[in-house]
């Protein structure tokens, strides 16, 4: 049994970092262009494969290619670290041709978000190792500066750097707690209940986001993982960005947003953990790289979370 999280080394200046697109189609370049910009301006080589990637449908490529793709970019000495294109959908269909024991022949870093919460998950509980949930190449262009700074901080190393941000409100406050920190987008882990890559909730430190989903797809979510008392079992839930693919002025917003806390508070009443919102992660333009599975301290008092 492992006794110890795996921490990926950091990048330096000159490293190769590998693209990879395990989920979704690309379907027009300019994000990926900008995003590889922004790339060598942080001083770090890019690898991208010898032809872009075909799109079979909603997909980048067939499962096999995909997961074959993962395992070249693993197991290739030339890269420091795999980001991901996009997300979309697709790591769900990925699983069933990964080998975990290849994978845990290397130590690499992982990149990205959305649906990509589903590798996060399975490197977590297959091989104990920390891996980034941020943002992926196409999304790089549209973050704001302190995610790219920071961003640039955690691949670079300084992944432990805290968290202060301004717009995080504390729901439900509580004694200060300590936990993995795992979680990820919330359509995502659902897809993965009741299957042997189910994630471990017990005392983590949980953050949620999604978007483009109607308040009553999140509520029957939200509601799912409690009565599965999954809902019940972190140390503290945070909660990041849940907009709409509807456009929503300021007001329409916040109300929307109060919605999903509102329920949240409810399922978890129970238990009375801390619950924030309005954490700076999801598909917006505020997307915080964070260390997924990484020993993380939640302070309700002072609205900050820190990392072991």
Request: contains cysteine; aromatic residues 8%; negative net charge.
């Amino acid at each position: 049994m492992r006794k110890h999280t795996d921490i990926p080394g950091p990048l330096k200046p000159g490293d190769c970092i590998g693209i990879i697109a395990p989920a979704g189609q690309i379907f027009e370049t300019d994000r990926l262009e900008q995003g590889i910009v922004i790339l060598k301006e942080m001083g770090f080589e890019v690898k991208l494969p010898r032809q872009l990637w075909p799109g079979t449908g909603y997909l980048a490529d067939t499962d096999k290619n995909r997961a074959l793709e993962f395992h070249k970019m693993w197991a290739d000495d030339e890269v420091s670290a795999l980001l991901a294109l996009r997300g979309g959908f697709g790591c769900l269909r990925l699983l069933p041709f990964l080998d975990m024991e290849e994978l845990k022949k290397h130590q690499k870093m992982l990149i990205g978000f959305s649906d990509l919460t589903i590798l996060h998950t399975i490197l977590k509980q297959n091989l104990d190792l920390i891996s980034f949930h941020g943002p992926m190449l196409t999304t790089l262009s549209s973050c704001s500066r302190e995610s790219l700074e920071r961003f640039h901080a955690c691949i670079s190393g300084r992944w432990n750097k805290p968290i202060h941000s301004k717009s995080i409100e504390i729901l439900r406050g509580g004694e200060t707690v300590k936990g993995p920190l795992v979680g990820g987008n919330l359509s995502s882990l659902i897809s993965i209940l009741s299957t042997p890559f189910q994630p471990d909730l017990t005392d983590s430190i949980l953050f949620l986001e999604d978007v483009g989903e109607p308040l009553y797809r999140l509520d029957r979510m939200f509601s799912q993982l409690a009565q599965a008392r999954l809902l019940q079992a972190p140390a503290a839930i945070l909660l990041g960005d849940f907009s709409p693919s509807k456009e929503m002025d300021s007001l329409e917003s916040i109300r929307f947003h109060e919605e999903i806390w509102t329920r949240v508070l409810e399922l978890t009443e129970s238990v009375d953990i801390p619950v924030w919102g309005s954490f700076p992660v999801g598909h917006g333009g505020n997307n915080f790289t964070l260390a997924h599975g990484s020993t993380t301290i939640a302070d309700s008092h002072k609205a900050s979370l820190s990392f072991i």
